[in-house]
């Protein structure tokens, strides 16, 4: 299949289940195009007992779909970058020190918590997996997904203070977790002679640089769009922005998640908007990145639905991965206590807000894409079933119910 054709097929699946959730489900899009996928998935494995024309054309669809670099790669930066654009700035400096908190500590401290609680009860299921690759899943698993977190809180109406809190912590734990990751990765690979300067540095080169990178960024395109009053072009500023910052960063190995986060937030920033862009040019900029964002949002949840068809599922693995949901959610409550309760005193805090970003902390493709990237030695297969039912569970039952569960607590 050419590029041209699997995106042709994309857009027009994405399409069709796009108009049959609005048009009869209803539910939020990132939910309803995943479930519709997933169910139009299971129905072509149904009708494969009786003739397999239809499930070999979508095999070969998604394997000429390689799910790690096209998301990790290629969309996050315009996701990330779209959802920072509209993040409300002042908000987001009020809360700074809870959110850098919950993105460091809290991902930290659940990894750990995760990758110990795992590594025993698997043992009683009779998966007998070392510790290292167990923390590994930790890693993997424990940063919330800005996009899944993005798409669904628009619609709930969370109270500013608490919508704030959860999507600046997944804006910016991504780069911590992949920081993780990539650390226990190497460790799991033989590595084991890395030391604390190693960790160190990559910190400093992927997160610490990402952010000054994406600082320079939003300031070299501030100064673009200030020079000039063309919406057109302005437009076109921002889409160079985030495509030739993504390899810029890529190629001196800082982390382009945080650089598009950052660059989003200072673009997006009302002083700036006020003093950059003319009324026309903002509703322009701000309408095409919805779009974008829309559309990204779109085709993604329609692959993580598809991904079903590259799984190895037996009982022992679907087991592992409904006992995962509960030690998952148990280790991100834990994680978050210490941090809400130095904050919780300084700072205006919804009533329960542990018990709201637990269940609102949603995982998304981030972790599936960091579940391919593991090798067969790493358990991949295991490792990815787990983290899809933990990411279908997420996105479907939390999804659905975080909105009864805010308006609940918030009018008690």
């Known amino acids: 299949m050419s590029l041209y054709l699997v995106a042709t097929i994309l857009i027009v699946l994405s399409a069709l289940f796009g108009y049959i959730n609005v048009r009869f489900l209803k539910l939020p899009n990132t939910i309803g195009l995943m479930l519709i996928t997933i169910i139009f998935t299971l129905l072509v494995l149904a009708t494969s007992l009786f003739n397999n024309t239809l499930l070999e054309h979508e095999k070969m669809l998604i394997a000429q779909i390689d799910f790690k670099t096209v998301l990790l790669d290629v969309m996050l930066s315009f996701l990330l970058f779209a959802g920072a654009l509209h993040t409300n700035f002042q908000q987001l400096k009020v809360q700074r020190k809870p959110i850098i908190a919950f993105a460091t500590f809290s991902t930290l401290i659940s990894t750990l918590l995760v990758g110990i609680i795992t590594f025993y009860v698997f043992k009683l299921i009779n998966l007998d ?170 085709i993604l949840f329609v692959m993580i639905g598809m991904e079903i068809l590259v799984l190895t599922f037996n009982k022992s693995y679907i087991l592992a991965g409904l006992i995962s949901i509960p030690i998952l959610l148990l280790a991100r409550y834990i994680s978050l206590m210490y941090p809400i309760k130095i904050f919780a005193k300084k700072l205006d805090f919804v009533p329960n807000t542990n018990l709201i970003m637990t269940w609102g902390g949603l995982r998304g493709g981030i972790s599936i894409a960091l579940a391919l990237s593991l090798t067969s030695e790493m358990h991949r297969d295991l490792f990815l079933v787990i983290t899809y039912i933990v990411v279908v569970f997420s996105i479907i039952i939390q999804g659905l119910t975080v909105g009864k569960l805010i308006k609940k607590i918030t009018r008690e």
């Open 129 to 298: 997996i070392d510790f290292i690759y167990c923390l590994l899943f930790g890693a993997l698993i424990s940063p919330t997904d800005p996009i899944a977190v993005l798409g669904i809180l628009k619609q709930v109406g969370a109270p500013k203070n608490l919508e704030t809190k959860i999507v600046g912590e997944s804006l910016f734990n991504d780069g911590i977790g992949v920081v993780i990751f990539l650390t226990i990765y190497k460790i799991a690979s033989g590595g084991s002679n890395i030391t604390f300067s190693h960790v160190a540095e990559m910190f400093l080169f992927e997160v610490v640089g990402g952010i000054a990178f994406g600082l320079l960024l939003g300031w070299l395109t501030f100064k673009l769009l200030k020079s000039i009053d063309d919406y057109d072009v302005e437009v076109i500023i921002t889409i160079a922005t985030v495509m030739g910052g993504t390899l810029i960063a890529q190629k001196f190995h800082l982390s382009a998640p945080l650089a598009m986060v950052t660059a989003g937030l200072f673009v997006g920033n009302d002083t700036v908007r006020e003093t950059s862009m003319s009324k026309t040019t903002e509703q322009y900029v701000d309408k095409f990145w919805e779009l974008t964002d829309v559309l990204l949002n779109t």
